[in-house]
């Protein structure tokens, strides 16, 4: 692609990006901009976002986690310290609160941008993705496929002529897409080499201890197309903090207050987390860290999405980023994985 912007996406150096999806509904405004403040004087430049965030998504909260980070970006004055990376919503019969068109229609994907821009007080977004798939795909945790009667029609090269369009106009600078399929991935990067359309920049997908069905496929797919592999979730909704398993887990704590958010609460997903929290304590670190560690060890992965609902967490996570893994420590994770294998999908 011709467009330098398109060609001048940098991964974060550190390879952690700051997770904000409790802003405004875990986490106080206040709370919020501590983190924001915290987390940019230790490094960590890249935020990520969207325009559905808090989660869980409701009516009366959505947009507030972009709001949150607009007012704080008027208050510090300290935009361009911050590489922002924001998302699109994709169909979901329970979010046309947001907009009634959720395909990725010219109009909705301008809708979107505009309406985030507006709430993030900027004129541009450094990465903006498309946050799901429009056609029906095997994303948060499903299993089997159910896609054969989907109506969907092929529009990979209209969207990304659309995003291109956004690009050239200021207004986005990179494009990148979220809880993607190989084939989906695929078919972007078909788009961008015969078509002369738009590269993606990056993947952002669940990657952690308790769900790495990523190796399987995206991460080949990454590393031959060179497209940074952003990894969400890395502790499992803080599972892998073993924080639940100890009963020092507060009510507010995401599992506690949203129990229907079960993902990575299985039986099978608390006896792996437990025995990777045993095998940190014996190296001489927190659950959390190995966690994190283990996941920007990997080569695929460009980076790990960090999120917490307290300054002691965030300090813990972004300790992570110091610790050095040995051959046998990673040896002892793959024994532990081929008991549990991916136990949170």
């Not at 467009?3 to 999806?21: I, R």
């Not at 599992?255 to 299985?266: D, E, L, T, V, W």
């Amino acid at each position: 692609m011709s467009n330098p912007l398109l060609n001048s996406f940098k991964s974060p150096a550190n390879k952690m990006v700051l997770g904000t999806m409790t802003f405004g509904r875990q986490n106080t405004v206040s709370e919020a901009n501590d983190q924001l403040n915290f987390a940019l004087d230790q490094g960590i430049t890249y935020w990520d976002t969207a325009e559905m965030y808090p989660v869980p998504a409701q009516q009366a909260t959505y947009g507030d986690t972009e709001r949150i980070i607009g007012k704080w970006f008027q208050e510090t004055n300290r935009r361009e310290d911050v590489f922002l990376a924001t998302k699109l919503a994709g169909p979901n019969r329970s979010m046309t609160y947001i907009r009634e068109d959720l395909t990725f229609s010219a109009d909705s994907i301008r809708h979107g941008i505009d309406k985030s821009l507006q709430r993030l007080q900027t004129d541009y977004i450094d990465l903006y993705q498309l946050h799901w798939p429009e056609r029906q795909s095997n994303m948060f945790g499903q299993r089997g496929f159910s896609g054969y009667d989907d109506p969907w029609e092929e529009n990979f090269n209209s969207v990304l002529t659309c995003l291109s369009d956004c690009v050239n106009e200021g207004k986005i600078k990179h494009i990148g897409i979220s809880n993607e399929t190989p084939w989906g991935v695929m078919r972007f990067v078909e788009a961008n080499r015969w078509q002369s359309l738009p590269k993606i920049a990056t993947v952002q997908n669940p990657y952690s201890l308790l769900n790495r069905t990523a190796e399987i496929g995206l991460a080949e797919v990454c590393f031959r197309e060179k497209i940074d592999f952003w990894a969400y979730s890395p502790l499992a909704f803080g599972v892998l903090s073993n924080k639940y398993e100890l009963g020092t887990a507060k009510p507010s704590d995401r599992i506690h207050a949203f129990p229907q958010m079960a993902r990575y609460n299985s039986p099978e997903a608390r006896i792996a987390s437990k025995k990777y929290a045993q095998l940190a304590q014996k190296n001489g670190m927190t659950p959390a860290q190995l966690a994190l560690a283990f996941v920007m060890h990997q080569p695929f992965v460009s980076a790990a999405i960090i999120g917490a609902t307290t300054m002691e967490q965030l300090k813990e996570n972004i300790a992570a980023a110091a610790v050095v893994l040995t051959p046998e420590l990673i040896k002892e994770v793959g024994f532990i994985h081929q008991l549990h294998p991916d136990p949170s999908p």
